[in-house]
């Protein structure tokens, strides 16, 4: 299938390992965040959300922690499987205003 | 599966033509939003539809425009068509306006010569 972020930031991690995704966020008004996983020629896969009254939340292998002081959020993703391979995009909205995704982030697991 | 079907999956225009791409939302979901992406880019959203009615729209111009059926599928019709044009477009259906939007098709790819 075609290349989804030709040019992204890539992180590249041994299958077992941990990641680490990071993501900036610059609207301090925003108080819904998402993370999406993205692979090459399909839509985006909503992975796990969070609201800005929490810091921390956890889904199957994955964990979302949320820094609103740095407007900082990141994926953690446990014990890493080459299936987790993609492009990784944040996204942020508060109320009703639409979602801004980030630039993403390009994982590739080496087996 | 999200329940959000897009039609088609690939297309090819050339510069100046127009086109239509359809979208089947999840049932039930009155809201329906659409979204460009470039390559190397994350989505941008274009616009917004809730009960047949366009209630948001992002930075495009006016030759982008929709249509939502009362059954739940929708249309995105770009007219004039750009080589920069060219991308994926995304749609994506939540319950009510407002609510958080989640999930999103598989998208069509755009390919404007």
């Known amino acids: 299938g075609e290349s989804v972020g030709l040019h992204l930031p890539t992180l590249s991690v041994q299958e077992g390992d941990n990641s680490i995704i990071n993501c900036a966020y610059s609207n301090s008004a925003s108080d819904y965040f998402i993370w999406y996983k993205q692979e090459s020629g399909k839509g985006p896969q909503f992975i796990i959300d969070?609201?800005?009254?929490?810091d921390k939340r956890q889904g199957q292998r994955v964990t979302v922690l949320l820094n609103k002081t740095v407007k900082h959020l990141s994926l953690q993703i446990a014990a890493t499987q080459p299936g987790d391979s993609a492009v990784y995009f944040c996204?942020?909205?508060?109320?009703?205003?639409?979602?801004?995704f980030g630039k993403g982030t390009r994982l590739s697991v080496i087996a | 599966e999200t329940g959000v079907t897009q039609s088609p999956t690939h297309l090819i225009k050339t510069r100046g033509q127009q086109v239509t791409l359809r979208c089947s939302s999840q049932?039930?979901?009155?809201?329906v939003s659409w979204y460009q992406q470039a390559l190397g880019q994350g989505p941008q959203f274009i616009f917004q539809y809730y009960r047949e009615e366009e209630n948001g729209r992002g930075n495009f111009p006016p030759r982008f425009s929709g249509l939502q059926f009362p059954n739940y599928s929708s249309e995105l019709n770009v007219n004039a068509l750009e080589l920069d044009d060219s991308a994926l477009y995304l749609c994506?259906?939540?319950?009510?306006?407002?609510?958080?939007?989640?999930?999103f098709g598989p998208g069509t790819r755009l390919t404007v010569l």
């Open positions: 049932s039930g979901h009155n809201t």
């Open positions: 996204a942020e909205n508060s109320g009703n205003t639409p979602l801004v």
């Open positions: 969070i609201r800005s009254n929490m």
């Open positions: 994506a259906s939540s319950s009510e306006w407002g609510a958080e939007v989640r999930f």
